[in-house]
């Protein structure tokens, strides 16, 4: 099978444009550290798995819709609950930011929306338990010790596999993939939970494969150049080698991505966005990012 390329032979002078890219990705960074403070601060649109609140698991006697439900609790004046529908059952599990402190208990309170908003389904409430904050903290500790471990382990992996330069490359826009995405979803203040940890993760994992193939094509290429080759031209020749690959594999997965987004549901649709955000963020970093440091601290040690 003929592999398919939607770009032909190009000749774009990325080390030329490389400037106008650091200024975007020094904006992308600012506003990933912002909002890393303001999530250390507790002051992001964080969910119950960090911040503490009310867990309830809930059966009806006939099918309700999980949409229903969620419009049931939501004009009720619960706006902030999750809700994971148990596959087979009329089972769900609700979380929810709000705690048994107030006069009115939180079973108590959803137990009588439920009851006003869908009558005569028949639901009992099967267990509920609080989440104390101190969890939700040590949750966002660990969450921040696997990011940074996940870091380390590609500063290891690319020095190994190149040299100190490339890890440390591989790493910054690693970095930078994460920020950038931990600041868009505070700019748009989207929730984040385990599954956006889970997010950060995977697309730390993504940009890094795509860096991978990027500094594999600059090592074959550094090995062939004569030593009064331009390296600017070196790794331009070698990013639009594979350019057409780096492109059609970033939309292959964003492809698959956007039918998340699009059909995953509620549930799904936070953690979908962020991997839909992350891989075009990933692919940028790859070209604009890791391959034009490699080019400063070779042309300026």
């Known amino acids: 099978m003929k592999f398919r390329e939607i770009t032909k032979k190009t000749k774009i002078d990325f080390m030329g444009l490389r400037n106008k890219m650091f200024v975007l990705s020094a904006f992308l960074v600012l506003l990933g550290l912002f909002g890393f403070v303001m999530v250390s601060m507790?002051?992001?649109?964080?969910?119950?798995?960090?911040?503490?609140?009310?867990?309830l698991q809930i059966r009806f006697a006939d099918?309700?819709?999980i949409s229903s439900l969620r419009s049931a609790l939501i004009s009720g004046g619960i706006e902030d609950v999750q809700i994971q529908e148990v596959a087979g059952k009329n089972d769900f599990f609700l979380k929810t930011k709000l705690m048994n402190t107030g006069p009115q208990r939180v079973q108590d309170k959803i137990s009588s929306i439920i009851a006003a908003k869908l009558p005569?389904?028949?639901f009992q409430v099967l267990g509920s338990n609080m989440v104390?904050?101190?969890?939700?903290?040590?949750l966002k500790q660990h969450a921040i010790i696997a990011i940074a471990l996940s870091l380390l382990g590609i500063v290891i992996y690319?020095?190994?596999?190149?040299?100190?330069?490339?890890?440390?490359?591989?790493?910054?826009?690693?970095?930078h993939d994460v920020l950038a995405l931990l600041g868009i979803f505070y700019l748009l203040h989207l929730e984040m939970n385990i599954l956006f940890i889970t997010a950060l993760l995977t697309i730390a994992g993504y940009s890094l494969t795509d860096t991978v193939v990027v500094f594999d094509r600059i090592?074959?290429?550094?090995?062939?150049?004569?030593?009064?080759?331009d390296l600017g031209k070196v790794i331009n020749n070698s990013i639009n080698e594979v350019l057409s690959r780096t492109l059609i594999t970033s939309l292959t997965v964003l492809l698959v991505i956007a039918a998340l987004v699009v059909l995953g549901g509620h549930v799904l649709f936070d953690f979908s966005f962020a991997l839909f955000i992350g891989v075009m963020v990933g692919t940028y970093s790859s070209i604009f990012v890791a391959s034009p440091l490699i080019y400063l601290w070779r042309t300026r040690a």
Not at 132 to 138: A, I, R
Not at 158 to 175: D, E, M, S, Y
Not at 219 to 229: H, L, P, Q
């Open 42 to 55: 507790g002051k992001a649109n964080l969910s119950v798995d960090f911040t503490g609140g009310t867990e």
């Open 219 to 229: 090592r074959e290429n550094m090995a062939k150049m004569k030593s009064r080759t």
């Open 158 to 175: 690319i020095a190994w596999r190149f040299n100190f330069v490339f890890g440390v490359a591989a790493t910054i826009a690693t970095f």
């Open 120 to 122: 005569g389904k028949g």
């Open 63 to 65: 099918p309700v819709p």
């Open 132 to 138: 104390g904050s101190s969890v939700g903290k040590t």
